[in-house]
């Protein structure tokens, strides 16, 4: 009898706790509803957001968010510091708005940065300024390895090219598994990362304070939805291995990159990858911000946009603004 009683008590709090993960996520969804316009292909939908340029455009910026994240993130802190540029930001597949197209085949960020590109094609004609935060580095990399004729140029903010020793965490692994993977996602990824918002959010910005209304201008509960965090997981499982094929081919890049990086971030080492690959691309440039953790963007918008005018062939005082940063230390 008390076995069965525990079988019983046992399938009442899977089902609970699957159920809960389900109308979280309905409930995140109904919050953030898509704001933007959507790309469609046979496999589904590219969600992005447009933001026209204010006067005559000066060129066109085209951003890709990193993992835990969507557009919403860079287009709310970027689009002020870039009012001439006609700004377009993707949400990658299977975050934000956007559908995972190819299924779970999808993590691998070669496919995202193909996905991206049909996309880009689709309503960017001109060449364009290309600017990646973190784990969108991998596909953003791709994209500038393989068309380097559709891009004027690539930034990259604290971004992922490169492998790293360590691993991934634990929890990202059982998440990606056939079978497993949804029900673990479920029962134990979104419950915990339902109560790590906060904390999270904090560990990404340190040593510096999270930017006041981060979370919900950046829409970071998206990330709750049972299979946006199930999508998440799998992408991160599978750069590692990704990374590691790709960086002997930065040598060959043919686009100027600038790489922008905190010396306190923790999440991606500053050394490990930014710092690597503006030695090893052809016209590479690594700009170092003293004090400022994983979030460039947010610690210094006004470098980010020098570095796009620069690329986009405008007037830039990147190499003054970057020096005073320098000096600061």
């Known amino acids: 009898m008390l076995t069965r009683s525990l079988v019983i008590l046992a399938a009442l709090a899977v089902a609970g706790l699957w159920l809960w993960s389900e109308w979280l996520g309905a409930q995140v969804a109904r919050r953030h509803p898509p704001a933007g316009s959507f790309v469609s292909f046979d496999q589904g939908r590219l969600h992005y957001r447009e933001r026209r340029a204010e006067g005559e455009a000066r060129g066109t910026v085209v951003l890709i968010h990193g993992a835990s994240s969507s557009h919403a993130d860079m287009l709310a802190t970027l689009g002020p510091e870039l009012p001439r540029y006609r700004i377009i930001a993707f949400d990658r597949p299977g975050h934000g708005w956007s559908d995972r197209l190819e299924g779970d085949a999808m993590a691998d960020p070669a496919r995202q940065a193909a996905a991206l590109m049909r996309g880009i094609d689709a309503v960017v004609p001109e060449r364009f300024v290309l600017v990646a935060h973190s784990l969108g580095?991998?596909?953003?990399?791709?994209?500038?390895?393989?068309?380097?004729?559709?891009?004027?140029?690539?930034?990259?903010?604290?971004?992922?090219?490169?492998?790293?020793?360590?691993?991934?965490?634990?929890?990202?692994?059982?998440?990606?598994?056939?079978?497993?993977?949804?029900?673990?996602?479920?029962l134990v990824g979104v419950p915990a990362a339902s109560t790590l918002l906060d904390s999270g959010a904090e560990s990404v910005f340190a040593p510096r304070p999270v930017t006041?209304?981060?979370?919900?201008?950046?829409?970071?509960?998206?990330?709750?939805?049972?299979?946006?965090?199930?999508?998440?997981?799998?992408?991160?499982?599978?750069?590692?291995?990704?990374?590691?094929?790709?960086?002997?081919?930065?040598?060959?890049?043919?686009?100027?990159?600038?790489?922008?990086t905190g010396d306190s971030d923790t999440i991606v080492s500053p050394v490990i990858h930014s710092a690597t690959i503006a030695r090893q691309a052809p016209q590479g440039r690594f700009v170092l911000l003293p004090g400022v953790g994983h979030m460039p963007h947010h610690a210094?918008?006004?470098?980010?946009?020098?570095?796009?005018?620069?690329?986009?062939?405008?007037?830039?005082?990147?190499a003054s603004l970057a020096g005073a940063a320098a000096r600061r230390d």
Do not use: C
């Open 137 to 186: 580095g991998a596909s953003a990399t791709r994209i500038a390895l393989e068309r380097p004729d559709r891009l004027h140029g690539l930034v990259l903010l604290g971004a992922v090219t490169h492998p790293w020793p360590g691993g991934i965490s634990w929890y990202h692994h059982p998440t990606t598994w056939p079978l497993v993977g949804p029900l673990f996602t479920r």
């Open 212 to 260: 006041p209304g981060y979370l919900a201008a950046a829409q970071i509960e998206l990330l709750l939805r049972p299979e946006t965090f199930r999508a998440n997981s799998q992408d991160i499982a599978a750069t590692l291995d990704f990374v590691t094929a790709q960086a002997p081919l930065y040598r060959g890049m043919k686009v100027p990159v600038i790489a922008i």
């Open 300 to 318: 210094a918008p006004e470098i980010v946009a020098a570095a796009v005018d620069e690329l986009a062939g405008r007037r830039s005082n990147l």
